[in-house]
């Protein structure tokens, strides 16, 4: 499909004409077209608007957010002056072309950190001039991968690509989800932004297929096949299905292929049997598809340390995953739970779970069993995570979270169009109060949640027990990337002939386990320079 025509953008200092239909009300954005291709510029609208964005054709009061990419605050005034303007308008934010990709990937707009915006003189990321002094090491783990890297254009193409993939579930298509993801990674780490596509070539796991995709980029700004998959139902219908708790991609395809577009044709359909956590990831669909903050994951680690510390004093509670990594928002809280002296883990998740519940902080949970057996290392290729775990939902009290909601300002809506911070919009069913049904087992819903306004919000809360001998491995495996963890268990097999899990480190040549206290334990056993969690988001 050929990128949206446009017409010639013009600057003026009267409100900018913007497209009406939207579903942020309260941002408009403006997106300068200075070292950009007529292309790209065109697809880069295009895109906003799809999602829901007002997107400004001309510069003016009305803007809100102005987006440039590669540029400082030097340049784009520049930019403006030329068009005879000389100042902007009180409030306006100038933003990286970070802010937007991630505004696009969460279909929200995003805050504004300093992080984000423009600065000035050296505000566009570095450029390195001199080619790849050396070839990019060939596993992730090798490599430095941070949150802020040079290449989001092609990355989040390939990402897209790669959940495509994966939803149509078939064992072909998971293999083409992992060369998505493998591409992707090895841009992720480049130095500085690919500007052609015979470096692209040079790269290690940059297949034909996303070589394509790259060229695409390079050669009109976008890529058609991404276009493609946007524009259809199959891909949107999909994150709609796969956003409710307990449903995985079989189910989601299986009930889009049954004919099913909207949660209330789920909702309504009387032959569907919906297991107990799917029943609760519809009432709490809003809430569950809504990013957590890094300011509710620490809330709700004190919360959850605050318990521990009263059952096992000395007790560590660590907050893991993506917040670990440097990101600012997650779709849910990984927490690893440790003591230092072996033994004094057990049973400390029933008992914490247990005050947990009786403060009625938990709307769902499922518990599941330690099974972890030490000789089953050196049988199987890899092993997978057999921690002692709850996966849960937190009540968690919006009081307490009034502060982090200041930060990001919503404005009302009508009913059908999603607020703020929703990540997969239910169109039908924003404006309804959310309705909680009693599920059985240790879902607890009180009769007063069911008829009055909810007083808090559903959070996804992942809590893990790992022995103190296990824990630096536990550590690495919770911390991720998934991507990492997978490259650092390919080393160990192929290159170092030992077996690594989330619990145990195998030598298969010594036939012995390596015993680790730190993450540096476990780096240095590899013979890997050590990573710091910021370093391994591939």
Known sequence: ?????????????????????????????????RKMTKARHDFLQALARRKGFAVCDQY????????????????????????????????QELLTMEWFTRSMEEKRPIHCTDSL???????????ATESIAEPMPKYECQRITRLKHHNHRFTTALALLEEHAGYLQSGKQDSRALAFRKAACSLKALHH????????????????????????????????????ICDGDFYETMQLFTGIFGVGATTARKWYETGFRTLDDIRNDSTLSLKRDQKIGLDLYQDLNTPVSLAEADIIQDLVNSEVQKLQPGATVVLTGGFRRGKTEGHDVDLLISHPTE????????AVLARLRGKDLLAYETMS?????????????????????????FKLDKSLISSTQNAKPTSESPAGVVQQGTSNPDRPHQGEEVSLERAGGTASFSEGDKTAEKTWVGRRVDL?????????????????????????????????NMKLTSHVLYDTVKHQYLPASSEEDVFHHLQLPYREPAERNC
């Open 1 to 33: 499909m050929a990128a949206p025509r446009r017409k010639k953008a013009r600057i003026a200092e009267t409100a900018g004409k913007c497209q009406q239909q939207v579903l942020f009300p309260e941002t408009n954005i403006f997106i300068v077209d």
């Open 60 to 91: 003016g009061s009305g803007v809100t957010h102005i987006i440039a990419e590669d540029l400082s605050t030097d340049q784009v005034m520049e930019y403006f002056q030329k068009k005879g303007v000389t100042s902007l308008y009180p409030g």
């Open 117 to 127: 915006r423009l600065r000035p003189s050296q505000a566009a990321v570095p450029v």
């Open 193 to 228: 932004p690919l500007t052609n596509i015979e470096e692209a070539r040079k790269l290690p796991h940059i297949g034909r297929h996303s070589l394509e995709v790259i060229q695409d980029i390079l050669e009109d700004g976008f890529s058609r096949e991404v276009q493609d």
């Open 343 to 350: 033994g004094k883990e057990t049973g400390l998740l029933s």
């Open 369 to 393: 069993a330690n099974t972890y057996d030490p000789s089953s290392v050196s049988k199987k290729e890899y092993t997978l995570d057999h921690f002692e775990r709850c996966f849960s939902i």
């Open 464 to 496: 893990i027990i790992a022995p103190a001998s296990q824990y630096a491995y536990a550590l690495v495996g919770w911390t991720g990337s998934k991507h990492f963890n997978r490259s650092l268990r390919l080393y160990a097999d192929h290159e170092r």
